[in-house]
């Protein structure tokens, strides 16, 4: 029997070179086999759960990124303007016509009550309580006003959060992907 069939019919070469490759990687070989060594018994187990285990994890980043891009589209719709932010804009647009009205209503009775008070004796008591309640529809008016505007301004927030949750969505999708890519 020749040493060639003794590998199993390889040429030396090829044998020179494994043997050759070992030899120069001993250290590390070594220094392997001494951490395997030192593992505990069950750290082997464990070890080749990684691969299900990251898998795992990839899917659970993919569905966290689905979730995020959901939220987000709750909160912008898919343009950006969409959502509860397009529902909180159209809020403040109702509220600034609103406010707008009660301006023009607080304005007649206000025109009314110069109106009454040209008349003696008995205009100057109504035109009184006429101005008064122009006074208070014109201070709701300013009210609705301000209620529009913190609408508007958290419309604009709900902007910038819905672009966040995009965002992370969009990466956390990516590094699940990458996770279950790199499991093959």
């Known amino acids: 029997m020749g040493i060639e069939e003794l590998f ?45 285990l990251l898998k795992a994890i990839g899917s659970g980043l993919a569905e966290a990124g689905e979730q995020a891009g959901k939220a987000a589209g709750a909160l912008v719709g898919d343009d950006g303007e969409g959502g509860a932010r397009k529902a909180l804009a159209g809020s403040a647009g109702t509220m600034n016509a609103a406010k707008d009205r009660l301006h023009d209503a607080a304005g007649l009775l206000a025109g009314l009550a110069g109106e009454l ?24 008016a300013t009210e609705i006003e301000s209620l529009a505007g913190n609408l508007q301004d958290l419309s604009g927030i709900l902007a910038t959060v819905g672009d966040a949750l995009k965002g992370l969505g969009n990466k956390l999708t990516e590094s699940g992907g990458s996770v279950q890519t790199l499991l093959g």
């Open 117 to 140: 008070d040209k008349i003696p004796g008995i205009g100057d008591a109504a035109a009184k309580k006429l101005s008064d309640g122009s006074g208070q529809i014109g201070g709701v």
């Open 8 to 52: 199993g019919g390889r040429d030396l070469g090829d044998v020179k070179k494994v043997v050759g490759f070992v030899m120069e990687n001993s250290d590390g070989f070594q220094k392997v086999l001494n951490l395997v060594k030192g593992l505990p018994d069950d750290a082997l187990a464990v070890i080749g759960k990684l691969p299900e």
